[in-house]
């Protein structure tokens, strides 16, 4: 792992070149700012969703007697309510609660996985790899359950991209949207977590000298969560 | 290397005080995930403002952990922290610009 202080010869600033300013080595420094472009990204979807919901009507009744309709934007809690297995229970954000959970624990076995690598402990790498991948594997498929649950719809007649059961029809856009593009970033992370613990079980890391791999796919990995708390707030929350 | 041979590696024991730490991070991001739950579920949508500005808090406490401990920049050298927080600049001022124009677009309409 490259140092965090950066020395240089005398009479030489650290940006005459020869030295990483940053600390940081290239790969690294490229993966931040992929993850600030991405950040970019995720940040216009979602201050889109606030354009497009300050826009509309707020319901103003009471909660009690909220029902769904185009006239406003609904109140999440009464969409997401669902539990798998418990059908016509109500149990508001327990499901995507449940989601948060999978998700942060897998942030957890990832950074644990990344400490292993920096003691170039191999059967630990592999042991972290493997519940970050199973994590992931579980957020995926809350998702998938969550996501066929929306468009089936309790009772009404569901919500695709021509109609919406649960208030304007913007409203499921920006759903499928934005925990879609969230979705398919989990995916791709858990594939690239999966290349990681296949070249660590090769020995390809141990071979190379380092684990820097694993620190690169997790700063991945942790950007996927810190997403995940911002849409989980913002579309489940507020 | 001179001649094939098994790569012969020397593995670090674990360091207990920082993966304690890396549980306690993850503990106290559980605890405030435990109590955005609380807030959803006890106070009434009639204080909305107050509901959403204890959220916006709470996640940006839960984005402080996740980028500094888990992404390690807290201890990464300034140039870079300051590389990537700076521009964040941009997000607060498109979403200032879009919620503001949001809410004019909402008292000009109609339906």
Known sequence: MASTTVATAP??????????????????????????SDAFTFSALLITYGLVRSAHKAYSGAVEAFTFSPEYWPIPEKVYEAIPFFHGLQAPLVFVGLMTFILIMSSVTMVLAVEAGHRMDRVAVEKWMLWTILGGIAFLSCQAW?????????????????????????????????????????????????????NTVMGVYDRRGHYEMVEKVGLYWHFVD???VFVFTFFYLV | MA????????????????????????????????????????????????????????????????????????????????????????????????????LAISSVRLF
């Not at chain 1, 600033?13 to 300013?21: E, F, K, L, Y």
């Not at chain 1, 304007?168 to 979705?183: K, L, R, W």
């Not at chain 2, 360091?15 to 991070?25: E, G, H, Q, V």
Request: hydrophobic share 55%.
């Open chain 1, 146 to 198: 969550e996501w066929s649950h929306f468009i089936h719809g309790s009772g009404g007649i569901g919500a695709n991209l021509h109609a919406n059961e649960y208030g304007p029809q913007s409203f499921a856009g920006f759903f499928f949207f934005i925990t879609g593009f969230h979705g398919f970033h989990v995916f791709s992370g858990v594939c690239l977590n999966f290349l990681i613990y296949y």
């Open chain 1, 226 to 228: 810190l997403v995940w």
């Open chain 2, 3 to 102: 001649h094939s041979q098994e790569t012969v590696v020397t593995v670090i024991p674990p360091d207990k005080a920082k993966i304690k730490k890396l549980w306690m991070t993850a503990l106290i991001m559980l605890v405030v995930t435990i109590l955005e739950f609380i807030v959803a579920f006890t106070i009434p949508h009639e204080y909305k403002d107050l509901r959403v500005w204890i959220f916006i808090t709470m996640t940006i406490v839960k984005a402080g952990y996740i980028v500094g401990e888990f992404m390690h920049l807290r201890y990464e050298v300034k140039v870079l922290f300051w590389s990537i927080l700076i521009p964040m600049i941009f997000v607060i001022w498109m979403l200032v610009a879009f919620i503001y124009e949001g």
């Open chain 1, 11 to 36: 009479g030489r600033s650290a940006w005459d070149g020869g030295v990483s300013p940053m600390g940081v080595s290239y790969g690294k420094l490229m993966m931040w700012f992929f993850l600030l």
